[in-house]
Each structure stands twice: as C-alpha cells, then as structure tokens.
C-alpha cells in the first residue's frame, strides 16, 4: 500500500528567503535531523531565482553547489526533497533577477523584490519567448546536478506562478508546462508537477488544470481557509479536502496538498494584518481534522506551511515589514521551540496511514470555470452537505 505522505515546506527559521545568499548548511542539517524526527516523509524548498540565475545566459555556480549540499543532507536524515524552481512568488512578495522584468508591467498586488531592492515593475510574459528559453536553462542545470539523486522526489516548476503573472493563454501555459517537465525529466530522471495554488481555481486566470498537468506525475494545489473567502469560518476543515478534489477532477490526475496551513495569533488576538489566525490550540485540532480528509478522500499526502516561524529579527525585512503574518505560519516558534502542531504531526505520521481510492470527480473543468465565480460556492455547499456527518463526529 502507498504512504501517505506528510511534508513540511521549508525556509531556515533565521535566515527565512535569504537562504541561499546567507547560507549555512549547519542549520540546514538541524533543522532536516528535527523533521526527520517528527516522523516527516518530505522537505519542499524553494530555489530563489535571483540567486541561482544572476543572467539570463547564466547559472550560479555557488548556487547550484549549494543546491547539492542541501539534497546530500536531505538524504543523509532519510527525507525526499522537492525542490521549487522560479520563486518567484512567495510569502506575498515577488522576488526576481532584474532582468526579467518588464517596464511596461507594473508591480500592483504584490510588490517586487531584485537583489537591487524593491522594483515598481513586475515579471515580463515567462510562459513563452526569451523568459522561457531563461527557465529551461535553469531547469537543465538544476536537472543534471540532481541527476538520479536518492533525494529527489519530484520537481515543483513554481510556487503559486500565477501570482506572479497569468499567461496570455491555457495553451501558453500547457507548453510552459510541458517544455520544463520535459527538461527536468531528460536531464535528471524524475518528474515534475507545478504549485497551483486556490486563486487558480477560484478565478479565471487562464490556467487548465487538465492541460497545464498533463505532463506531470502527480497534480499538486495549495489552500488555507484564512485565505479562502467561501470558507465557513477561519477553523473551516472542509477548504483543504475541497480543494484537492476540485483539483483532482479538473486535471484528472491524483492530488498531493502541498501546502496547507494558517497564521498562529498571539495570545488574545484573531486577527493579524486583516487576516484571520489561530491560536496554537486551535491549529493543533486544525491540523489533524484536515489531514484527516485528506487521508480519507484520495489525496496522496499533505504538506504542512511552513516549518518555522521565523526570528524576531527578520521582522524588519521584506516580506513581514509588511505582512506580520507571515511570520508564524511555522510549526516551531521563533525561538525554536516546537508548538503543539508539530505533535499533531508527528502522531499523525506515526499512524503510518495509506492512500485510500482517487475519488470521484466533484465537477467538469469545463462547466466549472464557465461559471466562476458562482460554480465555486454552489460546489462548496454541496460538498459540504455531503460530508455533514463526517464534520459532526469529527
């Protein structure tokens, strides 16, 4: 029988996305022995894009070094590694080389970040052309240093790649896809799948789950009911499992969640930066209700966000100068401790769980995106009717 696999998305708790520029593998080894210890079966990180390709026509030899070293300790505490290219979007900000900006793009929703400081700009059309001629030399050289690397255990193409720009068209997105599926594969034989994220389902940004994943071993998706506007409710268990399943029926292909989380509040607050949080308390039963369903109801496993709030210090700096949140989405604290979620993890992991039958489609991709933004509540209130019972006793 298959594991369900449980995971943890990664940054280092005090050196957050300047990771790769202020590197320090001794953390790294710490932080991979601890989620081995809790009983976690994979590591997502992300491959910051401004320190691995500094030229379009050129890749980071440091980087890349680098990049190996921390596979090598991935492996060396037993744990898969799913490396992230293009980041790219995270944490609501943009980060970016320089040169992939387009002047006639402005940076709106989120801001941009270049190793130069904040741009008003945002990316140029990375789907096609030149910006993706850049990517497939990235992917070609990350490829061949993982080449056949007991680490690895699937490429992600992007973290929520849609918050940084929708492509032109579903078909420019399909060979985006497929082109740097293809790269990865040839040059490192493993596969790839792509960080759709709950936004490509809840709006019409021109991306197909059907055909975006059609070169991909698995479909992954992201959702966070602080995030989803038709969640019930900031405890809401029902977003994560329904997402996985629009996602599985829209690109006909088995479900990894691998993102899933919430911001912990302070002690006495709900709400921090205009979103809702929770209390430690409450993430702990969060966490195991969620993974629950998920288990339950086909997905392949579950990754937790993130594994670390982050230092005090980092406060100060880009993202969380801005969204405070986003400093304790982790399940440990600031000062390293573990908070109650990372027991709810590690009991769950022991429970040693396999994955259950796919289930069966909740919706036709077609219909459903003809009728954003309606056909997104008239399926959320009929799954949840149709899981009542299970949401009473659990």
Not at 200 to 206: G, I, K, P, S, V
Request: net charge negative.
């Amino acid at each position: 029988m298959e594991r369900f696999l449980l995971g943890v998305n990664y940054w280092p708790r005090t050196k957050a996305m300047a990771m790769w520029s202020a590197f320090d593998l001794a953390e790294i080894d710490e932080d991979f022995a601890r989620i081995a210890g809790l009983g976690l079966d994979v590591v997502r990180f992300f491959l910051l894009w401004d320190d691995f390709q500094p030229a379009p026509d050129a890749m980071s030899r440091t980087a890349l070094d680098r990049f190996e070293a921390v596979l090598d300790r991935a492996s060396a505490h037993g744990l898969r590694a799913m490396p992230t290219l293009f980041t790219g979007h995270m944490s609501g900000v943009n980060w970016l080389p320089a040169w992939t900006l387009d002047s006639a793009h402005e940076s709106v929703r989120f801001r941009t970040f270049t190793r130069d400081g904040e741009s008003p700009y945002g990316i140029g059309d990375f789907y096609t052309g030149d910006l993706l001629d850049a990517q497939r030399l990235f992917a070609r050289a990350v490829g061949e240093r993982a080449r056949d690397h007991d680490a690895l255990y699937l490429w992600d193409l992007g973290n929520e790649f849609s918050n940084l720009r929708a492509p032109r068209s579903a078909r420019d997105a399909q060979h985006w896809s497929a082109a740097l599926t293809h790269d990865l594969f040839d040059t490192s034989n493993t596969g790839a799948t792509g960080g759709l994220h709950g936004e490509d389902l809840a709006f019409d940004r021109t991306i197909r789950p059907s055909s975006i994943a059609e070169p991909w071993d698995i479909a992954t998706m992201h959702g966070y009911s602080v995030y989803s506007e038709f969640a019930r409710d900031r405890n809401d268990p029902e977003v994560v499992p329904f997402l996985a399943e629009i996602a599985a029926s829209c690109a006909r292909k088995r479900v990894l969640f691998s993102e899933f989380g919430n911001p912990t509040c302070p002690a006495g607050v709900r709400e921090m930066a205009g979103f809702a949080c929770l209390s430690e308390a409450e993430m702990e039963t969060y966490v195991h209700r969620v993974l629950d369903r998920l288990q339950h109801r086909g997905a392949l496993g579950a990754f937790f966000w993130c594994w670390a709030d982050y230092a005090p210090e980092l406060a100060a700096t880009p993202p969380f100068d801005s969204a405070p949140h986003e400093l304790t989405f982790g399940l440990i604290r600031g000062d390293g401790s573990e908070k109650p979620v990372a027991h709810a993890l590690e009991r769950f992991a022991r429970e040693g769980r396999t994955v259950t039958h796919a289930p069966h489609p909740l919706v036709d991709e077609r219909a459903y995106f003809a009728g954003l933004p309606g056909s997104l509540h008239v399926a959320y209130d009929a799954y949840c009717d149709a899981h009542r019972l299970t949401e009473d006793v659990s």
